[in-house]
């Protein structure tokens, strides 16, 4: 059977991307941000996953506002860049996994979760600049599996549902008979808005507790409905969705390898959180 390794969550924004092109790590700007990143980027060397099941939420590159899936599930053998422009200029396509891909739709629509399923699929950098974050060369050692969440356009699935989406997710990995050794990534959040009256908006008590929540009670975040999370993380910070379904994936006891928060990198708080199952 494939074995999670370790959950790890972090936020997205395009301009990392221009960050990382131009060689602004040190940058006074950009350094609390990627000083984050080795820690991770250690464990991940150390355990050497075979599979990273992204999480994620298109913006608008597959699923644009007229045809919107609440979750999707790649299942392409290949995943091109095709970011919509202030992310890194070139990225090296990314391997997929599609029997991989295939068990863990079969065995979602099993669990009634009927995911739209994507033999073709391109990536934005919601998947790209966490992967680019984590495997600085860019020499990607891992397959991966795209699952992505509406996060974007209402209705939203409730947060109840995105944990038992990772939970369901936790199972079928667990079902499957390879011996794939298997990170799941969660990305975007945490809190940030940006358009409309509350643009800049940034909620950093709530981005700690909620951080905090995913340690010993991952649920706490689904007694919230979706309105309520948009009004407290920003019509964007509801991104952490993808980081529900990333947690849920794992046992219930974990232990926290690593965690990094840090505001502003753009108009978003940043988080990091690396969580192996205890
Ligand atoms: C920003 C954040 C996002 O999550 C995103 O998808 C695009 C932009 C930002 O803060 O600039
Ligand atoms: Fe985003």
């Known amino acids: ?6 959950a790890i969550t972090v936020s997205h924004v395009p301009s ?25 980027r250690d464990w991940l060397a150390r355990v050497r996953p075979d ?20 979750f999707a599930v790649g299942a392409a053998p290949e995943y ?21 891909s295939w068990h863990l739709i079969e065995s979602l629509v099993d669990e009634e979760f009927d ?3 994507c033999q073709e699929m391109t990536v934005d950098h919601a998947f790209t600049l966490p992967m680019a974050l984590f495997w600085p060369d860019m020499q990607w ?19 109840a549902r995105c944990y038992r989406l990772g939970q369901a997710i936790g ?4 079902s499957w008979p390879g011996r794939e050794r298997v990170v799941v990534i969660g990305t975007g959040g945490l809190s ?34 979706t309105a309520e999370l948009v009004e407290l993380a920003g019509t964007q910070g509801v991104e952490l969705l993808n980081w529900l379904v990333a947690r849920g994936t794992l046992p219930a006891k974990v232990r926290q390898r690593h965690v990094n928060y840090h505001i502003p990198v753009s108009n978003t708080a940043s988080g990091l959180l690396l969580l192996e199952p205890a």
């Open 192 to 225: 940030h808005q940006l358009d409309g009256e509350r643009a800049g908006f940034i909620n950093k008590d709530f981005d700690l507790r909620f951080i905090d929540s995913l340690m010993n009670d991952p649920a706490w975040a689904t007694k919230y409905s």
């Open 16 to 40: 990392i991307g221009g960050a990382i092109a131009r060689g602004l790590q040190n940058d006074p700007y950009w350094k609390p941000f990627f000083d984050g990143f080795p820690p991770v």
């Open 1 to 6: 059977m494939a074995e999670i390794l370790g």
């Open 141 to 159: 050692p891992v397959r991966t599996v795209p699952v992505v969440v509406n996060t974007v356009q209402a209705p939203l699935p409730s947060a």
């Open 51 to 70: 599979v990273a099941v992204v999480v994620y939420n298109d913006h608008g590159l597959n699923f644009f506002l007229d045809k919107m899936p609440t």
């Open 115 to 117: 995911p739209v399923t």
């Open 80 to 100: 091109r860049n095709a970011d919509e422009g202030w992310g890194i200029p070139v990225v090296p396509p990314f391997r997929g996994d599609p029997a991989l």
């Open 171 to 174: 199972r079928a990995i667990a």
